[in-house]
């Protein structure tokens, strides 16, 4: 069975301090995508990348970085953590395959739920 | 440029009616669509998609959707509500062969016994 697997289901961070989110895929997808949620406001695009070193801001990159030095591997990192990134995160992979980029779906992770206090 | 307009945030049926959630898109090139289903404390799971060809599309658990490209719509149904639905349902679209999809909001469906 295909899958995305997220480092952590929560995690509780301190204000200020550096945080990786982790997310491995073993599809050998080409692209990969960082989404928070939020009530009410839906899924918005943190960062994509659509291969190996290579990466895109989507609609929300600010306070955020982001890392892919493997295919599998698609790290999100918050430089200094902040009360308003507490949010539930979703990372998700999908296939270029073909052309057919845009139309294969998403497979997401579980998700990892971030506080900061 | 693309984007989804779920129309409810909220949908409450009884266990046995049918169930309608409503989906409407724009998309710039010709549209790739899905409905994911998200359960509580879960990440998205595909439901199902339209690409080219039928334009009614079966997904899992009996739900299926029908793309109506002069309404620009994407409605998801499913004849008869069963208590395991309840969840929250995301409308998607992508275009072209970027692979970056728009989601909607999310609909929360609630089953009522």
């Known amino acids: 069975d295909v899958k995305v697997t997220q480092s952590s289901r929560y995690l509780v961070k301190r204000t200020g301090e550096k945080v990786f989110l982790e997310c491995v895929q073993d599809?050998?997808?080409?692209?990969m995508f960082w989404y928070r949620q939020d009530p009410g406001l839906g899924l918005r695009l943190i960062y994509f990348?659509?291969?190996?070193?290579?990466?895109e801001k989507g609609d929300i990159p600010e306070g955020y970085s982001v890392s892919r030095e493997k295919k599998e591997r698609f790290s999100l990192i918050l430089e200094s953590a902040s009360t308003n990134q507490t949010s539930m995160y979703l990372c998700?992979?999908?296939?270029?395959?073909?052309?057919?980029?845009?139309?294969?779906?998403?497979?997401f992770g579980s998700g990892t739920r971030l506080t900061v206090v | 440029a693309q984007s989804v307009t779920q129309l409810g945030s909220h949908v409450s049926v009884s266990e046995g009616a049918l169930v309608l959630l409503r989906c409407n898109y724009s998309?710039?090139?010709?549209?790739?669509l899905f409905w994911y289903v998200q359960y509580p404390n879960q990440g998205l799971q595909l439901l199902l998609k339209?690409?080219?060809?039928?334009?009614l599309v079966k997904g899992i658990n009996g739900f299926e959707a029908e793309f109506k490209k002069s309404e620009t719509s994407f409605h998801l149904t499913k004849p008869s509500a069963h208590m395991s639905d309840a969840a929250e349902y995301f409308c998607?679209?992508?275009?072209?062969?970027?692979?970056?999809?728009?989601f909607g909001d999310g609909t929360t469906l609630t089953v009522k016994p």
């Open positions: 339209y690409t080219t060809g039928a334009t």
């Open positions: 998700a992979s999908s296939s270029s395959g073909m052309g057919q980029g845009g139309a294969r779906g998403y497979t």
């Open positions: 990348s659509y291969d190996v070193k290579m990466k």
């Open positions: 998607a679209v992508s275009g072209g062969n970027a692979g970056k999809s728009t």
């Open positions: 998309s710039s090139v010709p549209p790739y």
């Open positions: 599809m050998d997808h080409e692209n």
